[in-house]
């Protein structure tokens, strides 16, 4: 809203040019060599940009700025980083509409541009002639088009604003095509081109899928997970990532939702989930995994399913310290605790505020022990007893929370994306320190592989045994911390221990078993390394201190959740709504749900996959 356009070096994030109105650029002398620091001013930048394009043509590189009063600037931006003093940088101002454009996409295949408006119309504009070839607007509606997706397997757009439809049309026919309708007011909508299928999302939560060649709705769920879309938060981007399957949106963090799987495709006699999972964990001598609203519990020595009850929605979850309760963060806040193994509702916590539960833990210290939860601005506490259910509430300077681990005796970490993991007090909710990895660090040669783009904290997880902090930050790069060192002003130095584990896996979720000799983690491909390590007396971690054993891979989509079963040396992992038995080395037990086994039995070996990349 400020009328600047800011341009950043992806591998360093550093700003390379910035664009603003020629009002603001000061007057220096000629062949005076930009800095970075420096502003570019475009000629006709009046009013505040809302979209930005980027389009190759007869070999050179453009840059299209959408205006919020309907103009549309094209500039060319080959030469950017040898400019001197040209002020302003000249740029053609085209009229295209007479309300904010929402939305510039340039199609390479039929070298076109696709603009739409809030003035109700979609244009399409030849930048090579400079003309414009059609407007697409339906003659009953003038409502505003938000947002809009192009197929160009099949020639198609569809667009979607302020009512319940989403629109098809085809560039090359003035006439619209077909309607769909959906169950609120759309917010955004993606082509599946692969699959051919348009999905749609609604202000109510609702995923709506339809088969782009019979325009029949092919699938639909409400989404009321974590991830869910809140009437107080703006879905502001929607893509699809064909590599994952995924849609991927923006709400003020980036969030990501799996597509589900039909019925259809599950075993004639499955008995697991059928909505994606939040995680799993394990505890007297049984399995539990949870989903948005039902506890499975398992038998993992033959898969059998023990029992089966449903909870109150929830956001989270955890078992207690006995690992005999299971602790569940509800949508709305409170704290549920459940005897999994008869699924009797033993308590239940009210909570001062009405924000789900991002993460749930329990701790003891001093004989006493508390529920933890954390919210996106709040870190309660409760009482474990039945004279107290107030809880105790704190206001935390940790936006953006991404996960929850207590740090016996006295500490707890918060993890938030922007990299930081933040040390609270157990018993007052102090802020004790913060800390987060650094891209200079001079402890390790293997701290060069630190990248800077990786920035939040995924999950994280207290080695008891080795009184140490394991985090993973969505690269292959282990980060250990001693969080029970002295409390110093700089608590970096001589806590951290980045650790490469594999340079092609995006590392998201960490687990390790009881005696903390090796620590296991999966990664948004479905793969999972272990690392072995080698605790000595002289220091906790060097050089030679970790090594990896095996690495295997055990789902073709994003790892949610992953446990050890010291007991019988097995790694149970979930994805979407599997959950997987493998042993240490990799071989495929069997899948929980999907029939019995027998561990006396030789393991399958899982079929060969492609290897991350080195």
Not at 446 to 452: D, E, G, I
Request: net charge negative; aromatic share 10%; proline share 5%.
């Amino acid at each position: 809203m400020d009328r600047t356009i800011s341009i950043y070096e992806v591998a360093r994030l550093s700003i390379v040019r910035r664009f603003v109105e020629p009002a603001k650029v000061k007057v220096v002398p000629k062949h005076f060599i930009l800095t970075p620091k420096d502003s570019i001013g475009i000629a006709e930048f009046t009013s505040s940009p809302s979209c930005l394009a980027e389009a190759t043509l007869q070999q050179k590189e453009f840059l299209y700025i959408g205006c919020q009063n309907g103009d549309m600037l094209s500039i060319q931006i080959n030469h950017l980083l040898s400019l001197t003093n040209e002020f302003p940088l000249n740029s053609n101002k085209l009229t295209l509409h007479t309300d904010v454009i929402s939305q510039i996409t340039f199609c390479k295949v039929i070298t076109m541009l696709f603009t739409s408006s809030w003035d109700g119309k979609i244009q399409v504009y030849d930048p090579v002639h400079r003309c414009l070839i059609r407007t697409l607007q339906n003659p009953e509606s003038i409502r505003s088009v938000f947002n809009f997706a192009w197929n160009p397997n099949v020639r198609l757009i569809a667009a979607c604003g302020a009512d319940r439809f989403v629109h098809l049309w085809n560039p090359w026919v003035p006439s619209q095509l077909a309607t769909l309708m959906t169950s609120a007011e759309v917010v955004g909508c993606v082509f599946n081109c692969a699959e051919g299928q348009l999905i749609a999302c609604s202000i109510d939560n609702t995923f709506v899928v339809w088969d782009i060649h019979t325009l029949k709705v092919f699938q639909t769920w409400t989404e009321r997970h974590r991830y869910a879309i809140k009437e107080d938060q703006g879905l502001s981007v929607l893509t699809f990532d064909p590599t994952r399957a995924r849609i991927l949106g923006v709400l003020y963090t980036p969030q990501a939702w799996s597509l589900r799987r039909c019925l259809r495709n599950f075993a004639a006699k499955y008995e697991g989930h059928t909505d994606p999972l939040l995680g799993v964990c394990f505890g007297a001598d049984h399995l539990i995994t949870v989903d948005f609203e039902t506890v499975n519990v398992w038998n993992p020595r033959t898969g059998q399913k023990v029992l089966s009850f449903l909870i109150t929605p929830s956001a989270s979850f955890s078992l207690d310290t006995s690992t005999r309760r299971l602790i569940a963060g509800g949508i709305d806040g409170t704290v549920q605790v459940w005897n999994f193994l008869s699924g009797k509702n033993l308590k239940e916590f009210p909570s001062p505020t009405t924000n789900e539960l991002l993460a749930v833990s329990h701790s003891v210290a001093q004989s006493v022990r508390h529920f933890v939860g954390v919210t996106d601005k709040s870190l309660l506490l409760w009482h474990d007893s039945d004279q107290f259910s107030e809880a105790c509430h704190y206001n935390i300077d940790c936006s953006s929370v991404s996960c929850l681990c207590v740090c016996p005796p006295k500490l707890i970490a918060v993890g938030n994306f922007k990299g930081q993991i933040a040390l609270h007090n157990l018993s007052s909710g102090r802020l004790v320190f913060c800390v987060e990895p650094k891209t200079n660090a001079k402890r390790s040669k293997k701290t060069s592989y630190l990248n800077p783009m990786h920035r939040s904290v995924e999950a994280i997880f207290y080695l008891q045994h080795a009184r140490l902090l394991a985090s993973v930050m969505g690269d292959g790069i282990l980060h250990f911390w001693d969080v029970h060192s002295e409390y110093t002003s700089d608590p970096q130095q001589g806590l951290h221990y980045p650790i490469v584990s594999h340079a092609g896996l995006n590392l998201i979720v960490v687990t390790a078993p009881l005696d903390n000799t090796q620590v296991i983690c999966g990664d948004e491909d479905g793969w999972v390394v272990s690392v072995a390590v080698n605790l000595e007396p002289a220091g906790p971690f060097s050089e030679d201190g970790l090594q990896k054993t095996h690495l295997f891979r055990a789902h073709e989509s994003m790892i949610t959740g992953v446990c050890y079963i010291d007991t019988l040396n097995l790694i149970i992992t979930t994805s979407e709504c599997a959950v997987r038995a493998f042993t240490e080395e990799g071989a495929c037990v069997g899948n929980f749900g999907d029939g019995l086994w027998d561990l006396t039995q030789p393991a399958r070996t899982p079929p060969v996959l492609d290897r991350p990349p080195e």
